[in-house]
């Protein structure tokens, strides 16, 4: 289980010999899957530099409270509402004092007064400046539920002393930051799901396309985030914005879907097949806009499209596949004849028919169908639906 995946971190760096360590503690964020941020004191930049810090998040190192150009792009407030939680570390016995004292005259203590998620603070200093009476009065006002303390360790101090005030190892800070995330149903799981409709080319400017809006699709790649998974979505065109956290690719055409398809499926443990794929496209694209003339009728020679479901089942065989059913007679029939051609752990089946529940709506009504189970999901909005699919397919099929 992973239960940083997906989030989104700030990480404070402050000045200390310690802070070397925050390499390594950024690397371990990010093979946990979370996104990294750092933010810089001018003491911290005398210890490591802010391109090591840059070049290992991959993001812009924050620094400056009153740089215009830092305000405009990704500001003190920004920051704060951007981070799922904030970890200072190293954090110096100066840190402890603004935090304290609840100052904001510099990047650091005014994100962490603007912030309402959880700080964790890896003190890091001197023995005796940890034993002084000032610093445990400080500490003593950075309180749960908001700070969270982590360390220090005992030991070899760089200054050649022994004693209380040493960084705890990035290890141990991972996993306490960890803990405090709750783990989502699919925490850790990286789950691809196809949506939209495909696109097929007649000629330069026509299409063969279908009603799908995309909106089952999307929705359900938000539930699967919201649950922690690392969620990968192939859409053809539609008018949705990607959810948060959730990487998306455009394609148009059944054939791009399918490539994109393929190349993702290595790196994933579920896939959910949402997409109104085109079963038929044209044999052969026409290259100029076709005339009507003076035809009454007009032919169109179309071919099969692949079905990439039956495809990428019939090549994994141990890989958990959802389906989807888009029926307007004999739901239930067509639907578990689905379920066994294109060997499906799960078909969802909805009734295309009835325009409120169908392709464009808002709200959606289904039948969950397995080989051990069925579960109807009577008629609520889309995000409803998702989320008690997801939680379907936690319980049902990723825990077989
Ligand atoms: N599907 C696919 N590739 C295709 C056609 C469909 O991956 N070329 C997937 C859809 O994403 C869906 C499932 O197969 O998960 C069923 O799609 P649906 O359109 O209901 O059925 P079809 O298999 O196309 O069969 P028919 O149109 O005859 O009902």
Request: glycine share 6%.
């Amino acid at each position: 289980m992973n239960q940083l995946a997906n989030k989104q971190i700030l990480l404070c760096v402050t000045g200390g010999i310690a802070a070397y360590k925050a390499a390594e503690l950024i690397r371990l964020f990010k093979s946990s899957g979370s996104n990294v941020r750092v933010l810089m004191t001018e003491a911290a930049k005398e210890f490591i530099t802010p391109l090591t810090m840059q070049a290992l998040s991959g993001n812009e190192v924050h620094s400056d409270l009153l740089d215009p150009k830092a305000e405009s792009a990704m500001g003190h407030i920004e920051l704060a509402k951007w981070a799922d939680a904030i970890v200072i570390s190293p954090c110096s016995a100066d840190s402890l004092a603004k935090l304290a004292g609840g100052r904001g005259d510099d990047l650091m203590s005014a994100v962490c007064l603007a912030a309402d998620s959880k700080i964790f603070f890896a003190p890091a200093m001197n023995q005796a400046m940890w034993k002084d009476k000032r610093t445990k009065k400080n500490l003593a006002s950075l309180k749960l539920p908001i700070f969270i303390q982590i360390g220090p360790n005992e030991g070899d101090q760089a200054c050649g002393d022994i004693g209380p005030g040493r960084m705890s190892e990035p290890k141990e800070i991972i996993e306490i930051v960890g803990k405090e995330f709750s783990s989502g149903l699919l925490a850790g799981k990286k789950i691809l799901i196809t949506a939209g409709p495909t696109r097929e080319k007649i000629d330069p400017v026509r299409y063969i396309s279908n009603k799908s809006s995309g909106k089952m699709g999307f929705s359900l790649a938000k539930a699967a985030m919201e649950e922690s998974a690392i969620v990968q979505l192939i859409t053809g065109p539609v008018n949705l914005e990607t959810p948060e956290r959730v990487s998306r690719i455009n394609v148009e055409s059944a054939q791009e879907m399918c490539e994109k398809v393929i190349e993702s499926i290595p790196e994933i443990d579920l896939f959910i097949s949402t997409a109104a794929v085109s079963d038929f496209k044209m044999k052969d694209i026409k290259k100029n806009k076709i005339k009507k003339e003076d035809s009454k009728s007009f032919n169109l020679e179309l071919e099969k499209n692949e079905d990439i479901l039956k495809l990428v089942s019939k090549d994994n065989p141990e890989l958990k596949i959802v389906g989807f059913a888009a029926e307007t007679e004999n739901l239930i029939d067509n639907a578990k004849k689905k379920l066994i051609s294109k060997k499906l752990n799960l078909i969802v089946a909805n009734d295309v028919s009835d325009s409120s529940i169908g392709f464009d709506s808002d709200e959606n009504e289904v039948f969950l169908i397995s080989e051990k189970e069925e579960l109807k999901i009577a008629k609520t909005s889309k995000e409803k639906v998702s989320r008690k699919i997801i939680q379907f397919i936690s319980k049902n099929i990723l825990d077989d």
